[in-house]
């Protein structure tokens, strides 16, 4: 067989085995590339690593996902990288603050009380609804205590 028809062969087998499961060679380009993603994410989660990029990255085929399995990965990354990542992220800066004030209890101000981590955190937290939860309300109360209001 020439070349030019093993491609044209390679090409008719992608497209029957893509139109195969009913998604275009896009959707399933997309929610490999999002279930791919989903697992890496859990996999950071899982060892304390803030995922914020994999899941910007895979957050980005959301909207392509169409079928009940897509809408399930879409789901899926919606709690882990509009809660679980967030509340991550600001627990981390919550523990450091916890304990620049353990090892210097008078000092003020405490520079790990001006943390990013936590304020984009919890901005995501609230913008997403999670605010009212009672993971967040508590892990709010603990910064307050280690790094009151400014007034």
């Known amino acids: ?3 030019s ?4 062969a390679g090409v008719i087998l992608f497209t029957t085995v893509a139109c195969g499961s009913g998604m275009s060679a896009e959707e399933e380009f997309a929610q490999k590339q999002a279930a791919d993603g989903l697992a890496e994410i ?12 994999n899941c910007a990255a895979s957050q980005s ?15 899926e990354l ?5 809660f679980d990542t967030p509340l991550l ?6 523990e450091k603050a916890e304990k620049a004030r353990k090892a ?6 405490l520079s790990e009380c001006y943390s990013a981590y936590y304020k984009s955190g919890m ?3 609230n913008e997403k609804g999670h605010g009212d939860k009672p993971d967040v309300q508590k892990l709010s109360k603990r910064w307050d205590k280690v790094c009151p209001p400014k007034s």
């Open 104 to 109: 210097n209890p008078d000092k003020n101000p």
């Open 78 to 82: 919606e709690q882990v990288c509009g």
């Open 5 to 8: 028809r093993w491609i044209v």
């Open 42 to 53: 859990k996999a950071d989660l899982a060892n304390g690593e803030d995922p914020k990029y």
């Open 61 to 75: 085929y959301a909207s392509k996902l169409t079928t009940d399995e897509g809408k399930a990965i879409a789901a």
């Open 89 to 94: 992220s600001a627990t981390q800066a919550v």
């Open 1 to 3: 067989m020439s070349k």
């Open 123 to 125: 901005e995501t937290l």
